[in-house]
């Protein structure tokens, strides 16, 4: 699956999107791309799988070839997907700080659906990879005890001795193995070419990782910064209920005194009234 066809994805036009809306939570578009990101993802954790299990097996040259082909395939894999794990971190608004939000929207509180995906893309990405270097670092082993299998042969099949006749004898068996040194040299020659491609594609993948283990620790400074505000906004509701109450407690006693003073006035000009009346 080619990110050349994601990336279409952004330049499509649309009517709704988010920065029309400022409580959009969800674009489409978005959405799209990102289940686009986790199906590549998806299927590098499952060559992963296949080349640890080919890892296990027996060393064999189709097997050798097949490991080839596949360490390209998912390191090219790798480098796709970092680089729409990449682009979904820098869609339209998505990292624009939003206001505290009012007391009217705390109980159905949410942070925004795509900081959470990019925060999930992220995390799943750097796992995947980092768990691919361990399969390349596997394979670079296998390399080398290949090569000192091969060197330790050639060694073998080294003439020892000294003497003309003993020469001639190994003349005619020397010239029938020169072609399986050669061959030997050859398959030495094309084992370090492919350590140094894997050790390669190591460092290459390893700036990638620390690319996006980055992302994933500012991610997780500007949630704790979201859950901080959102504190401060439940800490100073809590602290305004609390002077409501007290508001309202302050106002209750109040009209008990004037009820109080109410009745004794009332008591005071029915006597007043009565001494009138009977005076």
């Not at 988010?18 to 674009?27: A, F, G, K, L, M």
């Not at 080839?68 to 971190?89: C, I, P, S, Y």
Request: charged letters at 30%.
């Amino acid at each position: 699956m080619s990110f050349d066809r994601l990336s279409s994805l952004e330049s499509q036009p649309t009517t709704t999107r988010r920065q029309d809306d400022p409580h959009y939570r969800d674009d489409p578009e978005f959405q799209r791309f990102t289940e686009s990101l986790s199906t590549k993802l998806f299927e590098l954790i499952s060559n992963i799988s296949r080349l640890s299990n080919q890892l296990s097996k027996k060393d064999t040259e189709r097997g050798r070839e097949r490991i080839h082909d596949m360490l390209e395939e998912t390191r090219e894999g790798f480098k796709e997907a970092g680089d729409g794990v990449k682009r979904a971190q820098a869609w339209p608004d998505l990292n624009v700080r939003r206001p505290a939000p009012s007391i009217t929207q705390i109980a159905n509180l949410e942070q925004p659906a795509q900081r959470y995906t990019n925060q999930k893309l992220s995390r799943e990405f750097a796992s995947a990879l980092s768990e691919f270097q361990v399969v390349q670092r596997r394979a670079i082993e296998r390399e080398r005890a290949s090569k000192a299998a091969l060197e330790e042969s050639q060694s073998a099949q080294s003439p020892s001795g000294d003497g003309q006749q003993q020469r001639q004898l190994l003349e005619e068996p020397r010239l029938a193995e020169q072609s399986e040194v050669d061959f030997q040299e050859n398959l030495i020659i094309e084992r370090e070419g492919e350590i140094r491609q894997i050790e390669q594609s190591v460092g290459e993948l390893n700036e990638l990782f620390r690319d996006v283990a980055h992302l994933v620790r500012d991610q997780g400074d500007m949630l704790d910064a979201i859950d901080v505000n959102v504190e401060n906004t439940l800490t100073d509701t809590r602290g305004a209920d609390v002077e409501l109450r007290s508001a309202s407690r302050y106002q209750k006693s109040a009209r008990n005194k004037a009820c109080c003073l109410l009745v004794i006035l009332a008591v005071v000009l029915l006597i007043v009234v009565l001494a009138v009346v009977l005076g």
